[in-house]
């Protein structure tokens, strides 16, 4: 049973902040904190009718001292029958009374507090009369704002909460005198129970509210069920929504976009959990009222994408291992270097075997706490990360949503920033390597020739059972001697071996190939035998000799295994052939060598190019094969002689054609296989000289990538699946989705200072890394809520994220998705600092990270809507109420992007309304995403509220204060720290802009 209390708003400046209250308290709370107000109450599911909310208002309110006006603020407890026990759940914010004169002055530079009623309250001028007679009406006012006060908070009840006619609510009302000292007084109370309600006339009931001694009356309050459309103007104590009672999902068109209501959407059950929701009521410029919905909910995908993730890592580590002793002899100078490889590889697996026994143990949990950011265990685990959706309901409009995900900024805050991030270790291990190569005698690889190899070697075991399986489907159709079976078997088969031989057409694998061969026991080179040393000025790092600081394997020229291995002098140079000379072979090519090339032997250096073109070859003898067997086929049905059509019958008889096939497809699985096992070869030589160079450092780099990496692509999965599930009805972004794909924003206000510095160089790699990543949506094979989680798969260089749906659902898609076509996103990271560290970095330190990342990301942020315009038509894109064009949004972003401008966070605010308007996938991070991601989050969702919905501004900042006191924001805060204080100093703050300040009395010295 689900229920919500929404308080009603209005009047009254917004103040100090609600707590959660312990069991059976009616007096003082635990912060002293207390509360009153009008409500208006929710409830699902309580009758057969249950449409409508109920409203309750409190009149008169009685203050606890005659020197001043309460600061009102209303607990609200359920009580439940059967348990007889009073569970104390939430309350409004503080409305606070106005003191002394009505006149309100504005602080130079700082934006006004004040509501509606409240606003720049400065007498006209005229006559003394006319001022004492607007005093006094003021006065009046005030008064009675301050005995009749008004809320804008509201309560959610989630469904663990008991709700039956039979419930009780309590509703208690206390004057805050003091928000520093956290005192209060208690005002009075009033019990209804909800079937009182649903059974009174006109659904309405008038209580009094009862001092503590429970005789004198402190005020009214009236409750009442209201109906939908009755909130028109402000002083209709009614608020207007849009409430469904059904279980199965409901299709909302938005102003954004066509959403499912993730709150009876059983397809969130899944991957989303523990939902946190808070309800507001603002008003609109037009004086009418909005109701606005937060809701918070963790997700499981923040354990399951890093416990699969280090699976793989291990699987793809052990199978590298085991490359490694496939390569067979090798030189004691190689072999020691292999054997130190594989050791390090294994204290590697057994680093992740153990990190993964450690979360298998954890159970219940979906998200790791900012204080845990540091802890071994979790150090895959992405900090902090939830999903919030804003759902805003206006009268005679429909519903809208906007859904965003905030994330600890990825980062790898176990092994510290004292050398930096990832982007200055790498470039710093890049410029390192050379020397580690001479040191290691190896050949120096760049990371375009190591990510090669690593592609070559993806694409190998991808294609290989692919082409087999597809030879094997062609042989199974010529048994069934079916021509357009054929023809279509063919066709794949074709496609794959030719994407295949493409793959290995290239002159890394013929280098690395001869660098093995040099690697193996008891290799001599030509020049050794016959000179010293020629051509010296060309040669690489490598020499091969039986001295210790010679080399078992000569560099490419220029140290880059791309340029042809036989265009050097001083390569190894007892090749006597090449591919355009054979001098001395008489135009023969010599014996084609078995599965290792042969120790003292010259080596053949043509051979490689005979091995894969000969798989050319075999396709090649295939697609003959087939099309003479088609034409005789064709040909028996054609008129002829007999003795020639006896001739064909008796020579190929239509069961032939599989027996006919069989020789020419066995024959091209045997070139593919043997190409497969010499490229494999090849590219793990190549990998085991990457890694002996960066055994100085071990495989450090490595795992701290696959940290940073694995906090990016659970964030990423989780924004994914939230926007997939949203869009399910929506057509037009379906066809975004499949043809262009999906812009994934990550919003950092990580500054460019101490260490801080080294969590977004950690970032900006994690989020390039996410490009390696695609999506696909499979049909699941049950309902079952095991059966939908996401699963991932793939390697380092590779990764695909497969979306389950339920049957149902996934018939729903287009063909395009269901045949398993690839999704792409697309991430691009912005990032403007906005604390006292970036104040340092602007004015004696160096922002040029920032910029460059800003600068780079724009760029690709520009391309993905130039790639978009030339695939889907513009109008399938979201319409919002701001028309303003998104290439004029582009521009001013490329305006502020190399504008000198100091926390220019205008970049962060068009960057996410491009983002929004473009269908994307909306991320906010900071360090702990508790803190100023908070900040960053209610400010655009008030913005929202502005621009979209006509928020009038008078409500603008108590709206801001609003959410950030009472909000799904500050429960995350409480959920992190077990505290809920935004973890700021008034130092700090006044470095911020002014508009991601919190608001006074909910930030403080915590640790975060």
Same mark, same amino acid.
């Given at each position: 049973?689900?229920?919500?209390?929404?308080?009603?708003?209005?009047?009254?400046?917004?103040?100090?902040?609600?707590?959660?209250?312990?069991?059976?308290?009616?007096?003082?709370?635990?912060?002293?904190?207390?509360?009153?107000?009008?409500?208006?109450?929710?409830?699902?599911?309580?009758?057969? #009718?249950?449409?409508?909310?109920?409203?309750?208002?409190?009149?008169?309110?009685?203050?606890?001292?005659?020197?001043?006006?309460?600061?009102?603020?209303?607990?609200?407890?359920?009580?439940?029958?059967?348990?007889?026990?009073?569970?104390?759940?939430?309350?409004?914010?503080?409305?606070?009374?106005?003191?002394?004169?009505?006149?309100?002055?504005?602080?130079?530079?700082?934006?006004?507090?004040?509501?509606?009623?409240?606003?720049?309250?400065?007498?006209?001028?005229?006559?003394?009369?006319?001022?004492?007679?607007?005093?006094?009406?003021?006065?009046?006012?005030?008064?009675?704002?301050?005995?009749? $006060?008004?809320?804008?908070?509201?309560?959610?009840?989630?469904?663990?909460?008991?709700?039956?006619?039979?419930?009780?609510?309590?509703?208690?009302?206390?004057?805050?005198?003091?928000?520093?000292?956290?005192?209060?007084?208690?005002?009075?109370?009033?019990?209804?129970?909800?079937?009182?309600?649903?059974?009174?006339?006109?659904?309405?009931?008038?209580?009094?509210?009862?001092?503590?001694?429970?005789?004198?009356?402190?005020?009214?309050?009236?409750?009442?069920?209201?109906?939908?459309?009755?909130?028109?103007?402000?002083?209709?104590?009614?608020?207007?929504?849009?409430?469904?009672?059904?279980?199965?999902?409901?299709?909302?068109?938005?102003?954004?976009?066509?959403?499912?209501?993730?709150? #009876?959407?059983?397809?969130?059950?899944?991957?989303?959990?523990?939902?946190?929701?808070?309800?507001?009521?603002?008003?609109?410029?037009?004086?009418?009222?909005?109701?606005?919905?937060?809701?918070?909910?963790?997700?499981?995908?923040?354990?399951?994408?890093?416990?699969?993730?280090?699976?793989?890592?291990?699987?793809?580590?052990?199978?590298? @291992?085991?490359?490694?002793?496939?390569?067979?002899? /090798?030189?004691?100078?190689?072999?020691?270097?292999?054997?130190?490889?594989?050791?390090?590889?294994?204290?590697?697996?057994?680093?992740?075997?153990?990190?993964?026994?450690? +979360?298998?143990?954890?159970?219940?949990?979906?998200?790791?706490?900012?204080?845990?950011?540091?802890?071994?265990?979790?150090?895959?685990?992405?900090?902090?990360?939830?999903?919030?959706?804003?759902?805003?309901?206006?009268?005679?409009?429909?519903?809208?949503?906007?859904?965003?995900?905030?994330?600890?900024?990825?980062?790898?805050?176990?092994?510290?920033?004292?050398?930096?991030?990832?982007?200055?270790? /790498?470039?710093?291990?890049?410029?390192?390597?050379?020397?580690?190569?001479?040191?290691?005698?190896?050949?120096?690889?760049?990371?375009?020739?190591?990510?090669?190899?690593?592609?070559?070697?993806?694409?190998?075991?991808?294609?290989?059972?692919?082409?087999?399986?597809?030879?094997?489907?062609?042989?199974?159709?010529?048994?069934?001697?079916?021509?357009?079976?054929?023809?279509?078997?063919?066709?794949?088969?074709?496609?794959?071996?030719?994407?295949?031989?493409?793959?290995?057409?290239?002159? +890394?694998?013929?280098?690395?190939?001869?660098?093995?061969?040099?690697?193996?026991?008891?290799?001599?080179?030509?020049?050794?035998?016959?000179?010293?040393?020629?051509?010296?000025?060309?040669?690489?790092?490598?020499?091969?000799?039986?001295?210790?600081?010679?080399?078992?394997?000569?560099?490419?020229?220029?140290?880059?295994?791309?340029?042809?291995?036989?265009?050097?002098?001083?390569?190894?140079?007892?090749?006597?052939?090449?591919?355009?000379?054979?001098?001395?072979?008489?135009?023969?090519?010599? $014996?084609?060598?078995?599965?290792?090339?042969?120790?003292?032997?010259?080596?053949?250096?043509?051979?490689?190019?005979?091995?894969?073109?000969?798989?050319?070859?075999?396709?090649?003898?295939?697609?003959?094969?087939?099309?003479?067997?088609?034409?005789?086929?064709?040909?028996?049905?054609?008129?002829?002689?007999?003795?020639?059509?006896?001739?064909?019958?008796?020579?190929?008889?239509?069961?032939?054609?599989?027996?006919?096939?069989?020789?020419?497809?066995?024959?091209?699985?045997?070139?593919?296989?043997?190409?497969?096992?010499?490229?494999?070869?090849?590219?793990?030589?190549?990998?085991?000289?990457?890694?002996?160079?960066?055994? $100085?450092?071990?495989?450090?780099?490595?795992?701290?990538?696959?940290?940073?990496?694995?906090?990016?692509?659970?964030?990423?999965?989780?924004?994914?699946?939230?926007?997939?599930?949203?869009?399910?009805?929506?057509?037009?972004?379906?066809?975004?989705?499949?043809?262009?794909?999906?812009?994934?924003?990550?919003?950092?206000?990580?500054?460019?200072?101490?260490?801080?510095?080294?969590?977004?160089?950690?970032?900006?790699?994690?989020?390039?890394?996410?490009?390696?990543? @695609?999506?696909?949506?499979?049909?699941?094979?049950?309902?079952?809520?095991?059966?939908?989680?996401?699963?991932?798969?793939?390697?380092?260089?590779?990764?695909?994220?497969?979306?389950? /749906?339920?049957?149902?659902?996934?018939?729903?898609?287009?063909?395009?998705?269901?045949?398993?076509?690839?999704?792409?996103?697309?991430?691009?990271?912005?990032?403007?600092?906005?604390?006292?560290?970036?104040?340092?970095?602007?004015?004696?330190?160096?922002?040029?990270?920032?910029?460059?990342?800003?600068?780079?990301?724009?760029?690709?942020?520009?391309?993905?809507?130039?790639?978009?315009?030339?695939?889907?038509?513009?109008?399938? +894109?979201?319409?919002?109420?701001?028309?303003?064009?998104?290439?004029?949004?582009?521009?001013?972003?490329?305006? #502020?992007?190399?504008?000198?401008?100091?926390?220019?966070?205008?970049?962060?605010?068009?960057?996410?309304?491009?983002?929004?308007?473009?269908?994307?996938?909306?991320?906010?991070?900071?360090?702990?995403?508790?803190?100023?991601?908070?900040?960053?989050?209610?400010?655009?969702?008030?913005?929202?509220?502005?621009?979209?919905?006509?928020?009038?501004?008078?409500?603008?900042?108590?709206?801001?204060?609003?959410?950030?006191?009472?909000?799904?924001?500050?429960? #995350?805060?409480?959920?992190?720290?077990?505290?809920?204080?935004?973890?700021?100093?008034?130092?700090?703050?006044?470095?911020?802009?002014?508009?991601?300040?919190?608001?006074?009395?909910?930030?403080?010295?915590?640790?975060?």
């Amino acid at each position: 049973m689900d229920w919500t209390v929404v308080f009603r708003g209005g009047g009254g400046r917004g103040g100090g902040g609600a707590r959660r209250r312990t069991e059976g308290q009616a007096g003082q709370m635990e912060d002293g904190t207390q509360h009153l107000g009008h409500c208006t109450v929710d409830m699902k599911e309580l009758s057969a #009718n249950p449409e409508g909310l109920t409203a309750a208002a409190c009149n008169d309110l009685v203050a606890s001292g005659r020197d001043r006006k309460p600061n009102a603020l209303v607990q609200v407890a359920v009580i439940d029958p059967h348990k007889q026990h009073l569970v104390s759940h939430t309350c409004t914010e503080i409305v606070e009374s106005k003191l002394g004169d009505c006149t309100y002055a504005r602080a130079p530079g700082r934006p006004t507090r004040e509501s509606s009623i409240y606003s720049f309250c400065v007498p006209r001028r005229g006559s003394r009369r006319g001022e004492r007679s607007e005093e006094k009406r003021l006065e009046e006012e005030d008064d009675r704002a301050n005995k009749d $006060p008004l809320f804008l908070t509201g309560v959610t009840f989630p469904s663990e909460y008991p709700a039956s006619p039979e419930t009780l609510v309590k509703l208690t009302v206390y004057d805050a005198k003091d928000k520093s000292q956290e005192s209060s007084s208690f005002l009075g109370s009033a019990t209804f129970s909800v079937g009182d309600l649903l059974r009174a006339k006109d659904e309405r009931l008038t209580l009094s509210l009862r001092s503590s001694d429970g005789v004198c009356a402190a005020g009214t309050v009236v409750v009442s069920r209201l109906k939908m459309g009755e909130m028109e103007e402000v002083d209709v104590d009614h608020i207007t929504t849009d409430i469904s009672s059904h279980k199965c999902p409901v299709v909302c068109e938005s102003a954004s976009h066509a959403c499912i209501d993730r709150e #009876n959407n059983p397809l969130t059950g899944p991957v989303f959990k523990n939902p946190v929701c808070k309800v507001y009521r603002f008003q609109t410029v037009d004086s009418k009222w909005m109701l606005v919905r937060e809701q918070m909910e963790e997700c499981t995908l923040s354990f399951g994408i890093p416990k699969q993730l280090l699976s793989l890592y291990v699987q793809e580590d052990m199978s590298r @291992v085991q490359d490694l002793r496939d390569l067979g002899d /090798l030189s004691p100078h190689w072999d020691n270097l292999r054997k130190e490889v594989m050791n390090r590889y294994g204290a590697l697996i057994s680093s992740y075997q153990e990190t993964l026994a450690e +979360l298998d143990k954890i159970t219940g949990r979906s998200f790791k706490p900012s204080c845990c950011k540091a802890q071994k265990s979790l150090e895959f685990i992405p900090i902090n990360l939830h999903t919030q959706r804003m759902r805003v309901t206006c009268p005679r409009k429909t519903d809208a949503f906007y859904d965003i995900v905030t994330v600890g900024a990825p980062a790898a805050h176990f092994q510290g920033f004292k050398c930096g991030g990832l982007q200055r270790l /790498l470039s710093r291990y890049e410029a390192d390597k050379k020397s580690f190569s001479t040191a290691y005698q190896c050949i120096y690889y760049s990371p375009e020739h190591t990510a090669k190899a690593q592609e070559v070697l993806s694409t190998m075991s991808l294609l290989q059972p692919l082409i087999t399986s597809l030879a094997d489907q062609l042989l199974q159709a010529a048994q069934e001697h079916s021509s357009p079976g054929v023809r279509d078997a063919l066709k794949n088969l074709s496609d794959k071996t030719e994407q295949f031989v493409h793959t290995l057409k290239d002159e +890394l694998v013929k280098s690395a190939l001869l660098a093995l061969h040099a690697a193996r026991p008891g290799y001599v080179s030509k020049n050794q035998r016959q000179t010293p040393v020629q051509g010296g000025q060309n040669q690489g790092h490598i020499h091969q000799g039986s001295d210790q600081n010679q080399s078992p394997v000569q560099g490419l020229p220029g140290h880059s295994p791309t340029t042809s291995v036989t265009e050097s002098p001083a390569m190894c140079n007892n090749v006597e052939g090449s591919q355009t000379t054979t001098k001395g072979e008489g135009g023969t090519l010599p $014996p084609k060598h078995q599965d290792s090339i042969p120790h003292h032997k010259e080596y053949d250096e043509e051979e490689w190019d005979r091995v894969w073109a000969n798989v050319a070859k075999c396709l090649n003898c295939v697609i003959a094969m087939v099309d003479k067997l088609q034409e005789e086929d064709n040909s028996k049905q054609e008129p002829a002689p007999e003795h020639q059509l006896a001739d064909v019958i008796t020579s190929h008889n239509p069961g032939d054609w599989k027996e006919q096939l069989r020789p020419a497809v066995t024959r091209l699985k045997e070139c593919v296989m043997e190409v497969v096992e010499k490229a494999k070869r090849a590219m793990t030589f190549v990998l085991l000289q990457e890694a002996a160079c960066s055994i $100085p450092q071990g495989l450090f780099l490595q795992q701290r990538r696959d940290v940073v990496f694995s906090q990016a692509l659970a964030a990423l999965a989780c924004g994914f699946v939230m926007r997939l599930y949203a869009g399910m009805q929506d057509k037009s972004f379906l066809r975004q989705l499949h043809s262009v794909g999906l812009v994934a924003q990550f919003e950092s206000l990580l500054s460019t200072y101490s260490e801080e510095i080294g969590m977004l160089e950690d970032m900006e790699v994690g989020i390039s890394d996410l490009q390696r990543v @695609v999506f696909q949506i499979t049909e699941a094979k049950t309902d079952d809520l095991s059966d939908l989680q996401p699963l991932v798969c793939g390697r380092r260089d590779h990764f695909t994220v497969e979306v389950p /749906l339920p049957p149902l659902v996934f018939q729903t898609l287009p063909e395009e998705i269901k045949v398993g076509k690839p999704l792409r996103v697309f991430p691009v990271l912005f990032n403007v600092g906005i604390n006292e560290q970036q104040t340092i970095a602007e004015r004696f330190g160096d922002i040029s990270l920032q910029e460059r990342i800003n600068q780079k990301n724009f760029e690709m942020l520009e391309a993905y809507y130039k790639s978009l315009s030339e695939k889907v038509p513009l109008e399938c +894109l979201p319409c919002f109420h701001t028309q303003t064009d998104i290439k004029e949004l582009l521009e001013s972003l490329g305006q #502020n992007v190399v504008t000198k401008k100091r926390k220019n966070v205008e970049i962060l605010w068009i960057a996410g309304t491009i983002c929004r308007r473009l269908n994307g996938i909306r991320f906010t991070s900071c360090k702990s995403a508790k803190d100023r991601t908070s900040m960053s989050v209610t400010l655009e969702q008030c913005s929202l509220l502005r621009d979209e919905h006509q928020l009038s501004k008078d409500f603008f900042i108590r709206a801001l204060d609003c959410m950030r006191r009472e909000g799904c924001r500050i429960e #995350n805060v409480q959920k992190n720290i077990r505290c809920r204080k935004y973890a700021f100093n008034m130092l700090q703050l006044m470095a911020f802009p002014k508009c991601y300040r919190p608001p006074e009395g909910t930030y403080g010295k915590v640790d975060s």
